[in-house]
C-alpha cells in the first residue's frame, strides 16, 4: 500500500506534458522588434497555449529567399536551400520556455534564425535533425539580412545567458498544407508545422518549416 500511495504522490512528475491548442490569429509583429525586422513578418501569427494560458506566439517570414534553382523548386525545397543565418520570423514567449537542450529560456521576445549543429562529437545522436531555429533577443537583433554563423551564436547565448545558443529544433516538413498546424512527433515532440513562400531569382516556391514548442532531447 506504501508503494501504491508513493506511485501516486510522484505521478504528476511523470504525467503527460499539458496538451496543447493552436489558433492562427492577425496580430502585429511585436513591438520589441526593430524597424528592420518588424516589415519581412506580416500580421500571421501561430497562438500555442495550453489549460494555463498562452505559451507562445510565433510570427513567420512572410516570404523567403533562396538561391536554389528551378530543378531544387520542383523537388521541393530543404531549409539547406536557404542561407544559413536567415532570419525565419519571431517568437514571443508568454512564460520561461524550456527548449530542445533542456535549457529554460527567459520569457520575452526573440528572433529566429536558421542554423545547422555543427557535425562535431559534443553533437553527434543528440538530435534527430541537424537544422534548428536560433533564438536571439530582440533588442539585439537589428538586421533584415542572414546573419554569419558564429556571430549568430554569440548574439544567441544572450537568450540562455550560458554557453549555448538557445534552439529550437527544425523538423523537415514535406506536407503540402499551407496554413498552420500541430503535429506529433516521436518521444513527447510537437512542432509547429507550415509552408512560407521562398522566391528564388525568377522562379517561385515554398519551404516547409516545422518547429519544435514542445519536448526535448532524449541524449542530454
Known sequence: MRTLIALLVVSPLLAEPPKLKLTASK???????????????????????DGSGDLL??????????????????NGLTYREVAEGTLLGAVRLDKPFMDFRKQEIPAG???????VQPDTGDHRDTAPHQDFALLVPAAADQSAEPVEP??????????????HPGVMLLFPHHGKEEKPELSDQKDGVKVVRLRRPVTAGDHKGSLGIAVVVQGVSKTR
Open 109 to 115: 521576445v526573440y528572433t529566429l534564425r536558421l542554423a
Open 27 to 49: 496580430l502585429d509583429p511585436p513591438k520589441e522588434l526593430a524597424d528592420t525586422v518588424k516589415p519581412l513578418l506580416g500580421t500571421d501569427a501561430v497562438i500555442v497555449a
Open 57 to 74: 506566439t510565433l510570427w513567420f517570414r512572410s516570404e523567403l529567399t533562396s538561391t536554389a534553382n528551378a530543378d531544387q523548386i520542383k
Open 150 to 163: 558564429k556571430e549568430l551564436v554569440k548574439l544567441s547565448l544572450k537568450s540562455t545567458g550560458g554557453d
